[in-house]
């Protein structure tokens, strides 16, 4: 995918604006100006979902009823124009009408994003971590999406049953036994996805001669079907594939919280790039790379080895305050402010 123009209307603190792209683009402007609103506009086109701690709907300008991004895109040979818009709730247009099938709309455009307002393998939340693996492995496997609605689903099943007084066994005894199938299957995929990142990740750090190697670590609970019979006892959710976790690990120990804040960003650039390559190499193309505040806390070499990490994708956007590394590349400056 390839973005030639967008039009943002009402998002944020946008009103109505209108910007054409090139291969690497690079978004200069003050704070507040509304540089990540530009980058969060096409994750949502093209994820249907924000990579702020927020919901879209918190996207819509201040005292308006609606935002629409339109993207007039590149698809292949084909030029193809995109309308998200969102009232009270999304819908999603091309230029034949509404587009369905939510799974193979994001499998035909892969993002790739860093923003310092997105969490993703270093997040708080270990809900954020799964989801970061989640839509790379679904990337190359469609299945796994199925198999995490349909957990859950089986998931609120049980959770309701276990809030009843009466536990009807019978019924959590089957419920529990397509959890188990789903559990194995996601928490495989997982681990399986972080273990390649893993793989590109070794050799990134050693190629770019950063000592601080850091590695995802996947723990899963799949395998303890004790935790099945715990949960009638507690009466909650203990089992399962949602209960997978992910830390960053170097040299054995576990890095919960990152003291220097450019070893923390690079580990998330590297984990991205994996991720950008991991999808190459399952013959995924047209893949968009968003940076945010890209520059910010790395030093001069390090913006540049990391940058050529992400060479390979379609089409790249960067943020920042002053365009001083990339002037070569195509920049916009934006100035909407407040809007007012
Ligand atoms: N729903 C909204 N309606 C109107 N304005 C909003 C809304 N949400 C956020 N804003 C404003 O939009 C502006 C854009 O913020 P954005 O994070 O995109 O700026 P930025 O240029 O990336 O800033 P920085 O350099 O500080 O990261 C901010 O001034 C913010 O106060």
Known sequence: ??????????????????YDFENINYIEGDNGTGKTSVLESLFVLFNLKSFRQQTVKKAIRFKQDFFLVSAKCLDGDFQRTFHYRYETSAELKDDEGKVSGKAEYLSMHPVICYSPEYGQVVSDDQDDRRRFIDRLSFQID????????????????????????????????????????????????????AGQINDHMRQTYAELGFDDGFRLDFRSNVKDKNLLLKEIVDRRLLYGSSRDRFYSVSDGRVYDRFSSFGQKKTFVLITLASGLKLLEKNGKNGIITLLDDFEA??????????????????????????????????????QVKDGS
């Open 297 to 334: 806390g790395l030093d001069k070499s390090r913006i540049e080895r990391l940058f050529h990490l992400f060479d390979t994708s379609a089409q790249i956007f960067i943020t920042g305050v002053k365009n001083t590394n990339f002037s070569s590349n195509h920049t916009i400056r934006i």
């Open 1 to 18: 995918m390839y973005t030639n123009r967008v039009r943002i209307l009402n998002f944020r603190n946008h009103i109505d604006s209108l």
């Open 142 to 193: 469609r299945g796994h999406f199925d198999r995490l609605t349909d957990l859950r689903k089986l998931n609120l099943m049980k959770v309701s049953e276990l809030k009843k007084d009466r536990l009807n066994r019978a019924y959590i005894d089957s419920v529990n036994e397509k959890i188990v199938e789903l559990s194995e299957k996601i928490s495989g995929t997982r681990e399986c996805t």
